[in-house]
Each structure stands twice: as structure tokens, then as C-alpha cells.
């Protein structure tokens, strides 16, 4: 219940203060006196809500700012709500509770993100919001008939909101909560919820199927074990019986190739005597020729040095001469007579010395070359003789040391060589280069290493006859297939073991879940069914409380109705599926709605409007705000609506009367009522004036 609206600057009112008691309060006068401010003033102060087009224009022209405040009791407590705006559209809003003569501040201002929000604590304590107050409480100008033109959705959200079976929705969230939460223990304790119980089911029979398949599986594994395990068994022995056999064949052919490995020894030893032989002959077989020569080549080359010698001594000596004669020469030229005198002292000579006479030396020089120079060819000839005859002798010498390098005395030494030569040819082309069967024996001949090697040859050839390698190695083959066979056996059977045994470890903790699933299930299933019956807005409890409702409303509707003096005798309210059905009667008739006057739908609408007050109790609201509620309506039922408000103050709600507020320009309709509070709004340049009648 209000109990006082103060608003300071606030659109037309600069400073209005009003007093409000449990009874009707009417405000009469002219259009724009100010009178519906009110109903701005109360949404604002308490949801920051309102009719106009911003805050800003909330201030009153000439002001910086303004404010509205509202007093107002719910629950046997008294509040206050206040909200502040100024030119800047900045807003201070507070929402108090008076305690003991003081207010205690609970709520400031819409920092939602902080989770604080004074709207949200009016709300809290109203149990109403402003859209469903809007509907319910506050009749705006000319929409007294909107609750029956509301969409039949919005009227039964309307009508729970009224009955209070909003706080259903408060259980059923916190029984979802609650079932959320044992959920999620569940899950985190089993590993799966009720809800996946029929996954486990699904999970149960997918493994029981798997175990079931893999049995035939498991049954023919163990058949090829057995099968591929005689016949590991068979060639087993069968290897073992031959594996002998299989020795002595790779010693036999150990033998045959030491046999043809020393065969080959042999050749190249004999190859490399013969070749050594024949090398022997090659080189001494010229140096017997060539060493017989040596003391008459070496007499000869002595010979041919002395004679060497001698000419060189000569040659030597014309030489000198030659010199002495061409210095000789060089004076002569300076002793040539002049006048028959000598060129020296001037004396008179016949002749010169002919030591001194240019003509008899040049003649000598002359002679001496021609003599030098037949030395010269002859001392070359026996240069080059000297050097063939050091070749000769020099070959003779390699001739004689390559004999006793070879230790070769005569000519029957190397004739002894070739014949050893020849034996050793024919030796050689006699033995086999190859070892088979057919050569055998002429190996064995080679020495007695040879012939053991043979005999031995023999006695292996002897023990493995009738052994077939091949047959053998493909029996190993075999064998090692079979293992491989029966080692994939054994892993695809130790594979299907364990998994079986991982299965049915599997099958045991899943039945052992599904077990308490069920249980579980079982207990969320009446959990569901509690939420679905009772605390379903929809469920059983909610549609008995709205039949209810709606039986009251429809009770009380039709009795203001009768008050209202219309044709309209009865009103029913019924619910069909998510809507609310509105059906007027005339005695036994039904009426359509859009059949009936623009005043009677206006008396439907108060009369609905009424009636829901009356359940008002069901929230913390009681009060009722009706502006220009006699618009489309006769004098007569001006007057009956007069008389019903006044009725509707008598009735109690949670000890209480219903608090009405009526803005009209129609003050002639409570001459003659029992209406007290009757207040004159004019409009003045300071502002509205606010007076009592």
C-alpha cells in the first residue's frame, strides 16, 4: 500500500507531496494538470520505469534535476524507494526499509554486473514486476479494456504471477538444482547418470554379443592349434631324422671344395715353378754367347784408350803451338821493315827472322789446324769404339752374373731345366681344375693329402646317397611356416582371451551400475513426477490453483458486474491448454466479446480487473491506480463504478483494505459518494497545485 508520493521538479510538479491512506484517493482536473505524472512517479520511483520519452524528460523545464520518492508498506514493513535524474541523464537511485524510525539502505543503484540492482530488489519484495503491475494495478488512460484485448498467453502469465505460482517456478528450479546436483554426484561416482541407462543396456548387450561371437572363434582357434601342432610334431621329427643327413652333405661339399681348393694350390704351385724355370732359361740361355768375348773385348778396349791417349797428347801439343804461333803473329804484324829499316831501333836489316814473318807463321797455323783437326776425327772414332766397346763389355758382365745368379755353369744345366719344364706341362694339363664324380679319382692320385681328401669324399657321398636337400629345406620351410601359423594362433587367441575376460570384468561393473542406475532412475523418476505434479506451473497443482483463481476471479467479476447494472449477468475464466479463455453470459446466452459495446467491454475489463484485485493478496501489491476510468462509459455507470470502488475499499486483503487510486476530470461522479480523499491538480507557472477538497 502507497502511503505517500513526494516529487520535487519532476515533470510538471515542482514540489507535490502526497498523503495516501487504505482508502480511495481521487485526483480531478483539467488534461494536463499534472494528474497521471503520478503514475510516472510511482514506476519510476520503484522499477525506473515510465510513460515518457527518455529521463531527461522527467526534469521539469527550468531544472537541473529532480526526483520522486515513494512510501509504501508490504508485508507488515515499510519502504522507500527513490530515484534521482538529472540533466546529464545520470541517475541515482536507493531503495530503503524503515526500521525503528530509520532507514536502513538495501539496494543502491543497477550495477547488474556486481549483482546489485535496486529493481530487482523491489521486485523481490512486491512479487511483481513492472510489465505484470502495468497489467494488474495500473490502468492507464483509455486502456481500462487492455486486459481483455491481452493475448490469452499474457493473461495466464498474468494470472500466475496474481496467484503467486511464480514461486513455483522458484521450487521446480531449485528441485532441478537439487537433481542436477544428484546427477552429477552419480556421474562422478559410477561414471554414468540415469539418463544413459539405456546406453548401458545397449553397452550390456553389445559385450554380451561379443563374448557370445567370439566363443566359435575361440573353439576353432584351439582345433588349428591342435592340427598345426601334430604336424610341427611330424616334420620335427622328420627334420631331426634327417638333419644329420644334412650335415654330412654340407661337409661333403666342405670336402669336395678343400679338394678342389688344394687341387688349385697344386696348379699354381706347379705354374709357378715352370714359370719360374722358364724365366731361368729365358735369361741365361744369351749370356752364354755373350760372356765368352769379355778378355778380348777388355784387351781391345785397352787397346783403344792408349791409342786415345796418344792422340790426345798430340793434339794437346798442336794446341800449344798453334797459341804460341798466334801471338807470335800479333807481333809480326808490328815488326813489319819500313825503308829496310827495323820498326824498333831504326837499323838498317836485309830481312826479319822468319819467327817474325807474318807470310811463314799464318802458313804454319794453317798446317797445325789441319792437323788438329784429322786428330780430332780420329780421336772421335775411337771415343765412339771406346763406348761401344764398354756396352760389350758391360753385357758381357750381366751376361756372367745373371749365369751365377742363376747358378748356371754351362749349357747342360739349362737343357736339364727345359726338360724339367716339360715334365711339370704335362703334369699340369692331367689335373682336373674342377672336382666331380668322374674326377674323383684322378684327383686322388695328385698326393697322399689328395687322396685322403678323396677317401673321405667317398665315405660322405656313400652315407648321404638318396638324400634330397631341397625335399629337406622345404620341410624346414614348413616347419617354420607351421610355427609362424601357430604363434598367430596363439596371439589371436591370447588376444580374444583377454578381451573376454577385460568383457566380462566389463559386463560385472556395468551390471553393478545398472543395478544402482535403476535405483536411481527410480528415485528421479518420483522426483520428476513431484516436479511435473506439483511444482509444474502446468502440472496438477498449478492448473488446480489457476481453476481456482480463475473460479474467484469469475465469481467476483460477475458480482461487480451486477453492480455495474449491464446485460452481462455471469463472467467465466477457464484455462485451455496454454491460454485463458474469456466467456460472458446473458442469462443462458453467450456472449462474444467483440459482439458487446465499447462500454460494456470497458465494464467486462473493470470488472475482470476487480476481480483479480481480489486476489492481489496472492502478492505483495494492493493497490489499484484507474486513469480516466469513466471514459466510453453512461452517467448511470459512472455512477455504479462509483459505488463498486467504494464497496471494493471495504473488502480486507491480509488485513488490509485494496488501496485505489482514481485519476479523473469527471469530479461530479463523488457529489455524492463516500469517497473523502478527493485532491484538485491545476497547472500554474510554478508548477501544478495540488489541493484538497
Known amino acids: 500500500m502507497i502511503k505517500s508520493i513526494e516529487l520535487v521538479d519532476f515533470l510538471s510538479h515542482s514540489d507535490t507531496k502526497l498523503q495516501f491512506d487504505d482508502d480511495t484517493s481521487v485526483f480531478v482536473g483539467q488534461n494536463g494538470a499534472g494528474k497521471s505524472s503520478i503514475i510516472d512517479a510511482i514506476t519510476f520511483a520503484l522499477f525506473g520505469n515510465h510513460t515518457r520519452k527518455n529521463n531527461k524528460s522527467l526534469i521539469r523545464r527550468g531544472a537541473n534535476q529532480g526526483f520522486a520518492r515513494i512510501e509504501f508498506s508490504a508485508n507488515g514493513k515499510n519502504y522507500q524507494a527513490l530515484r534521482k535524474i538529472n540533466s546529464k541523464g545520470e541517475l541515482i537511485a536507493q531503495f530503503s526499509e524503515e526500521i525503528n524510525g530509520s532507514l536502513k539502505i538495501i539496494a543502491e543503484g543497477e550495477r547488474k554486473q556486481f549483482d546489485e540492482s535496486m529493481t530487482v530488489q523491489i521486485e523481490k519484495t512486491l512479487g511483481i514486476d513492472f510489465e505484470k503491475l502495468k497489467i494488474a494495478s495500473i490502468v492507464q488512460q483509455g486502456e481500462l479494456d487492455t486486459i481483455i484485448k491481452a493475448k490469452p498467453k499474457e493473461f495466464k502469465e498474468l494470472l500466475n504471477a496474481i496467484i503467486g505460482i511464480d514461486r513455483l517456478d522458484t521450487a521446480l528450479s531449485s528441485m532441478r538444482t537439487v537433481q542436477k546436483d544428484f546427477r552429477t554426484h552419480i556421474q562422478k561416482k559410477l561414471g554414468y547418470d540415469d539418463t544413459q541407462v539405456q546406453l548401458i543396456e545397449n553397452q550390456i548387450t553389445e559385450y554380451e554379443n561379443e563374448s557370445k561371437n567370439a566363443k566359435p572363434r575361440l573353439e576353432k582357434l584351439v582345433t588349428e592349434k591342435e592340427k598345426i601342432r601334430g604336424l610341427i610334431s611330424n616334420l620335427e621329427e622328420e627334420i631331426e631324422t634327417n638333419a644329420s643327413k644334412e650335415s654330412q652333405l654340407k661337409e661333403l661339399d666342405s670336402r669336395k671344395n678343400e679338394l678342389i681348393s688344394y687341387v688349385r694350390d697344386i696348379i699354381k704351385s706347379i705354374q709357378r715353378e715352370v714359370s719360374e724355370k722358364e724365366q731361368t732359361v729365358n735369361e741365361c740361355k744369351p749370356c752364354f754367347a755373350v760372356s765368352r768375348n769379355t ?83 780420329e780421336r772421335a772414332k775411337l771415343i765412339e769404339k771406346s763406348e761401344k766397346l764398354e756396352d760389350e763389355l758391360e753385357e758381357s758382365k750381366e751376361a756372367e752374373t745373371i749365369l751365377k745368379t742363376h747358378k748356371i755353369t754351362d749349357e747342360s744345366q739349362l737343357e736339364e731345366i727345359v726338360a724339367e719344364i716339360k715334365i711339370k706341362t704335362k703334369q699340369i694339363q692331367k689335373i682336373p681344375i674342377t672336382v666331380n664324380s668322374g674326377q674323383l679319382v684322378e684327383a686322388a692320385t695328385l698326393d697322399s693329402h689328395a687322396k685322403t681328401l678323396y677317401e673321405s669324399i667317398a665315405s660322405l657321398e656313400k652315407s648321404t646317397e638318396g638324400f634330397d636337400q631341397e625335399a629337406f629345406l622345404k620341410m624346414k620351410e614348413s616347419l617354420h611356416d607351421y610355427r609362424n601359423e601357430l604363434s598367430q594362433i596363439d596371439q589371436e587367441y591370447g588376444e580374444i582371451s583377454g578381451n573376454n575376460k577385460k568383457i566380462s570384468l566389463k559386463l560385472e561393473k556395468l551390471g553393478t551400475i545398472l543395478k544402482d542406475l535403476k535405483h536411481v532412475h527410480g528415485y528421479v523418476g518420483e522426483l520428476e513426477e513431484i516436479q511435473n505434479s506439483v511444482y509444474n506451473r502446468d502440472g496438477p497443482v498449478g492448473k488446480s490453483l489457476r481453476s481456482w483463481a480463475l473460479e474467484v476471479i469469475s465469481v467476483k467479476a460477475s458480482e461487480y458486474l451486477e453492480k455495474l447494472n449491464t446485460k452481462i449477468q455471469r463472467i467465466s475464466l477457464s484455462e485451455k491448454n496454454t491460454k485463458i479463455d474469456i466467456t460472458c453470459y446473458s442469462r443462458n446466452t453467450t456472449l462474444e466479446l467483440e459482439s458487446l459495446s465499447g462500454g460494456e467491454q470497458v465494464s467486462i475489463a473493470l470488472a475482470l480487473r476487480l476481480g483479480m484485485a481480489h486476489l492481489l493478496g496472492a502478492s505483495n501489491l494492493n493497490f489499484m491506480i484507474l486513469d480516466e476510468p469513466t471514459t466510453h462509459l453512461d452517467s448511470e455507470r459512472r455512477k455504479s463504478l462509483v459505488n463498486v470502488l467504494s464497496q471494493l475499499t471495504n473488502i480486507k486483503q491480509n488485513g488490509s483494505s485494496m488501496q485505489f487510486i482514481i485519476i479523473t476530470h469527471d469530479a461530479e461522479i463523488f457529489d455524492d459518494s463516500s469517497v473523502e480523499n478527493i485532491y484538485k491538480f491545476e497547472p500554474s507557472q510554478n508548477g501544478t497545485i495540488v489541493s484538497a477538497l
Open 295 to 377: 778378355e778380348e773385348l777388355q784387351l781391345e778396349n785397352k787397346k783403344n784408350q792408349k791409342d786415345l791417349v796418344a792422340i790426345e797428347t798430340e793434339l794437346n801439343d798442336l794446341e800449344k803451338k798453334q797459341v804460341r804461333l798466334e801471338e807470335h803473329e800479333d807481333l809480326a804484324e808490328r815488326l813489319e821493315l819500313k825503308d829496310g829499316k827495323c820498326p824498333v831501333c831504326d837499323s838498317s836489316v836485309d830481312h826479319l827472322n822468319p819467327l817474325f814473318q807474318k807470310e811463314h807463321i799464318v802458313t804454319e797455323i794453317a798446317v797445325i789446324q789441319r792437323d788438329i783437326a784429322q786428330l780430332e776425327t
